[in-house]
């Protein structure tokens, strides 16, 4: 089946247009039809030996949510006491001033998780690199991600948690590793640019930097 040129303006589109969304969620409810064709856009991620080894909690409960909250809060001042020590007090500050999540404003939380057993100790793709599994599911959240902004959904990515939280937040196994932590809702607006760029966090490499042609050239440094 090949692709039309609209469709793929679309899909590239979508791409360019994709956010990491934390302070602009809505509370409208996300319909269920929604929500299952964005988990059945990850669920058809490219996966290593058809693994699949992902599974999705979708939390709404308040309760659960203001337990990872707490979680976030925890970490959040770890990691600017972190700026500090690493840069400097006014990077610490500038960390600070950055709205990082958004979970008790969005409507659902969506966990992605990755079974590193689930086909056995041997899985095809991965006797040579056994991370690929990891690799897999971090696909499925992409898959997600696009698939919310074609819905016009937001979605905000929060790692500023440790798993012990998650883990007794969601009662998540062990022998189960965290891959994510989604907050996805309806959002006022999607910021032209990624928030942390106009911010002045960082700015995007340009791509000349980022192509090697043939071997690694090591004057391509990231600054």
Same mark, same amino acid.
């Given at each position: 089946?090949?692709?039309?040129?609209?469709?793929?303006?679309?899909?590239?589109?979508?791409?360019?247009?994709?956010?990491? #969304?934390?302070?602009?969620?809505?509370?409208?409810? $996300?319909? @269920?039809?929604? !929500?299952?064709?964005?988990?059945? /856009? =990850?669920?058809?991620?490219?996966?290593?030996?058809?693994?699949?080894?992902?599974?999705?909690?979708? #939390?709404?409960?308040?309760?659960?949510?203001?337990? $990872?909250? @707490?979680?976030? !809060?925890?970490?959040?001042?770890? /990691? =600017?006491?972190?700026?500090?020590k690493?840069?400097?007090?006014?990077?610490?500050?500038?960390?600070?001033?950055?709205?990082?999540e958004?979970?008790?404003?969005?409507?659902?939380?969506?966990?992605?998780?990755?079974?590193?057993?689930?086909?056995?100790?041997?899985?095809?793709?991965?006797?040579?690199?056994?991370?690929?599994?990891?690799y897999?599911?971090?696909?499925?959240?992409?898959?997600?991600?696009?698939?919310?902004?074609?819905?016009?959904?937001?979605?905000?990515?929060?790692?500023?948690?440790?798993?012990?939280?998650?883990?007794?937040?969601?009662?998540?196994?062990?022998?189960?590793?965290?891959?994510?932590?989604?907050?996805?809702?309806?959002?006022?607006?999607?910021?032209?640019?990624?928030?942390?760029?106009?911010?002045?966090?960082?700015?995007?490499?340009p791509?000349?930097?980022?192509?090697?042609?043939?071997?690694?050239?090591?004057?391509?440094?990231?600054?």
């Open positions: 089946m090949n692709i039309t040129l609209s469709e793929r303006d679309a899909v590239y589109k979508t791409i360019f247009s994709r956010r990491d #969304v934390r302070g602009e969620f809505l509370p409208t409810p $996300i319909p @269920q039809d929604v !929500l299952l064709r964005i988990l059945n /856009a =990850a669920h058809h991620a490219p996966s290593v030996g058809f693994m699949q080894p992902w599974d999705f909690i979708v #939390v709404k409960q308040p309760q659960t949510k203001a337990k $990872i909250k @707490q979680g976030f !809060l925890q970490a959040h001042h770890e /990691a =600017a006491e972190l700026f500090a690493a840069f400097s007090n006014e990077t610490r500050n500038q960390y600070l001033s950055l709205k990082l958004g979970i008790e404003e969005a409507p659902i939380g969506i966990c992605i998780t990755c079974d590193r057993h689930r086909l056995g100790p041997v899985v095809l793709g991965r006797t040579a690199k056994p991370e690929m599994d990891l897999s599911s971090v696909c499925a959240i992409q898959n997600l991600w696009l698939a919310a902004r074609a819905e016009n959904l937001g979605v905000g990515w929060v790692s500023i948690v440790h798993d012990d939280v998650m883990r007794e937040a969601l009662n998540i196994p062990e022998n189960i590793e965290i891959i994510a932590y989604l907050c996805v809702g309806y959002t006022t607006y999607f910021h032209d640019k990624p928030e942390l760029e106009k911010k002045g966090w960082r700015k995007r490499r791509l000349s930097e980022v192509i090697h042609e043939e071997t690694w050239d090591s004057d391509k440094l990231d600054q």
